[in-house]
């Protein structure tokens, strides 16, 4: 009996211990949560959707909000918090120098449309502004806009040829060709249902040789802007010429209130 007893002993210590060894494999050990993250503040700021070049001018589609660390966000920059409708406000706007894409935009990268400094942030490398006073009767009627190309022509009364003829003579000529208007007045572009600018101030894109010419021809008399088709403003079209190939120049001639029109030779 006592051996059975041991045995009987023996077996249930046994299989007590497997049980135990078999129910702690099959607990799960403790998850170890991981602390939160720290939550970086942010902000919404306008940046370029895209690269915007000097001088370009800029769009809706060429900005995005973006979310920005709030404490990176620099006070230069636009915040959507701020100005919600900054997108609509700054378009038009002229970029003075470049952005690249997802770059901030700042505002003293930008310049307003009607504000100051516009004009030297359309005009193109090694290009100058320079403005002629106009009327009606030379200015085509008033119906020349921003944006228009024009031949210069200078009327002026030729002293050596009335001691000659006897009379006022005039003549004329044409001092450039194929110009860009940039501004008639203050109008620098047209605006929506514009027909007719009148103005008495016209702005033309030029070169410094061509700055020069008509500087030199406002001294000397009249100047007059013809309106070129959009058809050959692109290019320039030759001066007619005569036998001799000398450009052929209109003068008046006024004899006791008669003029009469002729062509120097």
Known sequence: MKAARLVVLTVAIAAGGVAAMLAGRSEKPPEVKNAPAPQIATVEVLVAKADIGMGQ??????????EWPAAAASGNFIRKIDRPNAVETLSGSIARYPFVNGEPIREAKLVNSKGAGFMAAILPAGMRAISTQISPETGAGGFILPNDHVDVILTRR???????????????????????VLAI????????GQKVVVGKTATLELTPAQTETLALSQQLGTLSLALRSIADASHDTPQSEDKSGARRAGVNIVRFGVGTMMNSK
């Open 185 to 192: 007045d203050q109008n620098v572009q047209e605006k929506d």
């Open 57 to 66: 001018t800029v769009s809706p589609g060429d900005v995005r909000w973006q």
């Open 158 to 180: 030729d002293q050596a040829a009335d001691k000659a003829a006897g009379g006022d003579t005039h003549s004329s000529e044409t001092v450039l060709t194929n110009v860009r």
